[in-house]
């Protein structure tokens, strides 16, 4: 049995991303595993590599981790060929340019989402690493989520009949930063710095109603920022100039409807940060991150319109639990795990760069339609 090394030069690992699903409960969790097998045998062992501006918080993380390698020079870092895959979780307006010099060096790429703040960007990247002949791929953790996979097992078992829409509840209450500390880095509210909820979350609501509904065709969409001002980490109140919310609708391939709330300001009153509700002609589904219940058809009970009387339903009673029925390891790190056999052993890995330009198209053409306040249509993507 060999063991095969790769070396993974991490760009923005001191992040909130980087350091906790890509560092810690990916690269180093595979370390601790022992590495990826592969079906010879053979073993692949991730050696990573980090990188970033701050020499202080580097050097804290890798002591803290007890990695040997870091350093503030990425095209030193691209300069040594016993690296051969570069990863990027810097915020996006840093990316392009960051993975077109990775791919200049001749890396493999896996980055996160957004590719880049605009389709332009993004298909670029797809196209530069596709003349360059690396491996690509992006992050696209929500396929991986349990309460994703099962929703996904019920598709593939029939269970819904012909699926007619779903309902997406994505959001909960960012704080201001005023009188709490807010929960996300602020430069998500603003635009200038790579923010806004379009751009980030459209990037996930593309690969997940196409993977698991059909290709979306076209899109609604009203987005605002509710909240005018917030105050930063270092205490200092600033103007928000992205979007922190959006209502969209999107049409699907076979006439599924999907309509989308993503809110920063929304106070959670449902059982998750993310719920899907998917109703069909022979059943309906309600997936949240880690779980999914369902309801067929035979169980769906009949209520009548009455105010005047008690209601004599429990509603989110007359579900019933998809069972686990396996064991969900971390999203992010299976993702890891398969592009590391991707890039060993030429494993399968549909998510690339080109993929995760659809992501960028549907934010830009949303940002569009709330704009022009029109549907606009969604048109195939290619190199
Ligand atoms: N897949 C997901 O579910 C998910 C969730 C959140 C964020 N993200 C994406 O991950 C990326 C990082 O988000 P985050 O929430 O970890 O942000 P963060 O602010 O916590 O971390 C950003 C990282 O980029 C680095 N960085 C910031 N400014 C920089 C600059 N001027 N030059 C070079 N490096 C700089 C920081 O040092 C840090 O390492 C974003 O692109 C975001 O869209 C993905």
Redesign the pocket.
């Known amino acids: 049995m060999g063991t095969q090394r790769v070396g993974i030069i991490m760009n923005?690992?001191?992040?909130?991303?980087?350091t906790n699903q890509h560092l810690i409960r990916s690269i180093l969790a595979i370390r601790e595993e022992g590495g990826v097998i592969l079906p010879n045998g053979d073993v692949i062992m991730p050696d990573p590599i980090l990188v970033?501006?701050?020499e202080k918080k580097l050097q804290a993380l890798a002591e803290k981790h007890h990695i040997e390698r870091w350093s503030t020079d990425l095209d030193q870092c691209l300069a040594n060929p016993d690296d051969q895959i570069y990863f990027d979780?810097?915020?996006?307006v840093?990316?392009t340019e960051s993975v077109k010099k990775a791919i200049a060096a001749g890396k493999h790429i896996y980055c996160?989402?957004?590719t880049s703040t605009s389709l332009e960007g993004s298909l670029e990247l797809a196209k530069l690493a596709k003349e360059a002949g690396v491996k690509n791929g992006v992050?696209q953790?929500k396929l991986f989520l349990p309460g994703l996979q099962k929703l996904k097992r019920l598709i593939d078992s029939g269970f819904f009949g012909q699926i007619l829409s779903v309902r997406m509840e994505f959001g909960y209450w960012v704080f201001e930063g005023d009188w709490q500390e807010g929960q996300r880095?602020s430069?998500n509210y603003r635009k200038e710095d790579g923010g806004g909820m379009i751009v980030?979350m459209f990037a996930h609501w593309r690969y997940v109603l196409d993977n698991l509904f059909g290709n979306v065709t076209a899109v609604s969409c009203l987005a605002t920022t509710h909240i005018p001002n917030r105050v930063d980490e270092q205490g200092n109140e600033y103007k928000c100039t992205a979007d922190d919310a959006a209502y969209a609708t999107f049409e699907l391939e076979g006439g599924i409807i999907a309509q989308v709330n993503s809110s920063w300001a929304v106070r959670v009153n449902r059982d998750d940060l993310l719920t899907i509700q998917v109703d069909g002609t022979e059943g309906s589904a309600v997936a949240g991150l880690r779980d999914c219940k369902a309801q067929h058809r035979i169980n769906t009970p009949k209520p009548v319109w009455n105010p005047d009387i008690e209601n004599p339903f429990n509603f989110t009673e007359q579900w019933s639990e998809v069972p686990n029925n396996q064991i969900f390891d971390n999203g992010f790190k299976v993702q890891w795990e398969l592009f590391l056999k991707h890039v060993v052993a030429d494993g399968p890995f549909p998510w690339d760069l080109l993929e995760g330009a659809k992501g960028t198209q549907l934010s830009d053409l949303g940002i569009q339609s709330w704009q022009e306040r029109r549907w606009i249509e969604v048109p195939e993507l290619k190199l």
Not at 12 to 18: F, I, L, Q
Not at 89 to 92: D, I, S
């Open positions: 923005g690992v001191t992040g909130r991303m980087g970033g501006r701050n979780a810097q915020t996006t840093h990316r996160e989402k957004p992050v953790d880095p430069w980030d």
